[in-house]
């Protein structure tokens, strides 16, 4: 069959694909760009794409042949999940594979926020370390402090594990509760979100993005929160509406924001790359070796398992495409 892959992968990957189908990869620069995409993907009966490749309407109108999308990615707002499934068009994400990872880029997060961690590194670079004084680049404790996860799947849980061994007491907000035991379990509490706003000195995102998490938190929920209090984002920047998380930064309704992700990325809000209070990274949630290799992993496996005709693991909608597709 026909393969379109839009992204690097490692030579052994890429060739466990090609032992069994043909191969397209792209012909220059990363991420592909959406012509180049549109172009290519007639004919195809696989694609293996990323988070930057948008699966709309419009490309799944010139996708004739297409029976599989293989996210390289555990969040899958790029891909149309619908209308693949009305074209019974399979769709796999990769999951479990880079909730350490991302939940250790969180508590990163956290900590440089709180501590200065950033601007201490500035410092020492430009030549104006100049003595240790007692009140000199003061920062935040981060034992003993309130974490408020909004959104627990696997990413927020391990979080909360982190948190725990940081000493933060830990709230938890879900559309879903969940169970009392599992919450006795993890050691959290269910708390209402404006509760949670209120209440946290670090509020942390973990929510798909979705119509329904689109902006869930502007200016009334920053508002919501403590002077003291952090957003940290390593979930979706559009989760967040960046005009007033700049303006509630700007005008001291909260204290700081740990951001991997922005809302119109790659391009970050300008103000915010003059502020002190935010430590801005580019979307390193899952960046390590180590996860990246297993993703890529997932992703060949969802993919040559679909065009074997047998069920992926991560099938995002094998239970809603008809028979006879999957
Ligand atoms: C994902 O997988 O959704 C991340 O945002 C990229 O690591």
Redesign the pocket.
């Known amino acids: 069959m026909e393969v379109l892959v839009t992204i690097e992968l490692p030579d052994d990957l890429l060739a466990k694909i090609r032992r069994q189908h043909n191969v397209t990869t792209p012909s220059g620069n990363l991420p592909m760009p959406a012509e180049e995409l549109r172009s290519l993907i007639k004919g195809k009966h696989g694609l293996l794409c990323t988070?930057t490749d948008r699966v709309d309407k419009g490309l799944l109108k010139e996708a004739d042949s297409l029976l599989v999308v293989a996210n390289?990615?555990?969040?899958?707002d790029n891909i149309d999940v619908e209308e693949c499934t009305k074209k019974g068009i399979l769709v796999t994400?990769?999951p479990d594979v880079?909730t350490d990872a991302?939940a250790d880029l969180t508590m990163a997060l956290i900590l440089a926020v709180a501590r200065r961690v950033v601007e201490g590194d500035a410092r020492v670079r430009e030549g104006r370390f100049h003595a240790w004084t007692p009140f000199g680049f003061l920062g935040t404790d981060v034992c003993g402090k309130t974490v408020g996860i909004i959104g627990l799947g696997r990413i927020g849980k391990a979080l909360a594990k982190r948190a725990q061994s940081f000493s933060m007491t830990v709230l938890y907000y879900k559309r879903n509760r969940i169970s009392r035991e599992e919450e006795a379990h993890l050691n959290i509490k269910y708390t209402e979100f404006i509760d949670l706003l209120r209440q946290s000195d670090f509020v942390s995102l973990h929510v798909p993005l979705t119509k329904e998490t689109y902006h869930m938190i502007g200016a009334s929920e920053l508002a919501a929160m403590k002077r003291e209090a952090f957003l940290i984002n390593t979930?979706?920047g559009a989760v967040v509406e960046e005009e007033a998380l700049v303006r509630a930064l700007k005008q001291g309704i909260i204290a700081g924001a740990g951001l991997d992700?922005y809302e119109h990325e790659p391009d970050v809000h300008p103000e915010l790359l003059n502020m002190k209070n935010t430590v801005l990274l580019p979307?390193l949630?899952?960046?390590t070796k180590e996860t990246r290799r297993k993703?890529a992993e997932r992703a060949v496996t969802n993919l040559l398992a679909a065009l074997s005709n047998e069920r992926p693991r991560d099938c995002l909608n094998c239970d809603r495409v008809k028979k006879g597709n999957s």
């Open positions: 988070i390289y990615g555990v969040g899958y994400n990769t880079l991302t979930s979706r992700v979307h949630g899952s960046a993703m």
